[in-house]
């Protein structure tokens, strides 16, 4: 089973990027484990923490380091990805010489009501982490305009078109991180 290490750009207990995040999972399930990075607790990144390095950040790295990829879903804020994800990929990168991204297979998604469905946070985030040193699935994009009816009572996908095109990006994901090596 392959492990996937999530990380879900929004803290809120609705969001609906935790949501997808959700029903990709129940997609994936038998061919992918999701481990769900918590990140409502971490701090911003701060130099001097590393003297007494908080909790959330050694188990940031962990759940990273023990996954065989990763996979960002994320809102857009402001036309770009939120400081929550910044973070997060600051913390990961140090101590020097430590960086958990590192050769990494990784896929970037998200959904937002809008048209674009985070396409601008995406691209960001893309050029981020090529920067830190993940290997960053380019293709196929998945830009996700959220509509509630898509989604059942469980947090499945009830959409047949969509429930498919999901599943074949789930396919693509598992076919990069095999061809990266992992
Ligand atoms: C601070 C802030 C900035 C936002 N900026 C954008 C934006 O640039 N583009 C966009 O499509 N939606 C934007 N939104 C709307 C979000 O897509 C919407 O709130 C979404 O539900 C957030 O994801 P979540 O439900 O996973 O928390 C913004 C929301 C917030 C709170």
Do not use: C
Request: glycine fraction near 8%.
């Amino acid at each position: 089973m392959t492990k996937i290490a999530v990380l879900v750009g929004s803290l809120r207990k609705d969001s609906i990027n935790r949501k997808f995040a959700g029903a990709l999972e129940k997609l994936a399930a038998g061919q992918m484990e999701f481990v769900f990075a918590d990140l409502a607790n971490l701090p911003h990144y701060n130099e001097d923490l590393w003297d007494n390095v908080p909790e959330s950040v050694t188990q940031l790295k962990a759940v990273i380091e023990n996954a065989d990829a990763v996979l960002i879903v994320t809102p857009e804020y402001s036309r770009t990805y939120p400081g929550v994800i910044k973070d997060a990929v600051d913390w990961a990168t140090r101590p020097w010489g430590k960086n958990s991204w590192a050769g990494k297979p990784l896929a970037i998604t998200g959904t937002s009501p809008g048209a674009i469905g985070t396409a601008i946070a995406q691209n960001h985030l893309r050029t981020t982490m090529v920067a830190v040193g993940t290997a960053v699935m380019g293709q196929p994009e998945l830009y996700y305009s959220y509509k509630p009816e898509h989604f059942g009572a469980n947090g499945d996908i009830v959409d047949e078109a969509t429930k498919t095109y999901l599943e074949s990006w789930i396919g693509s994901f598992a076919g990069w991180i095999a061809n990266t090596g992992r």
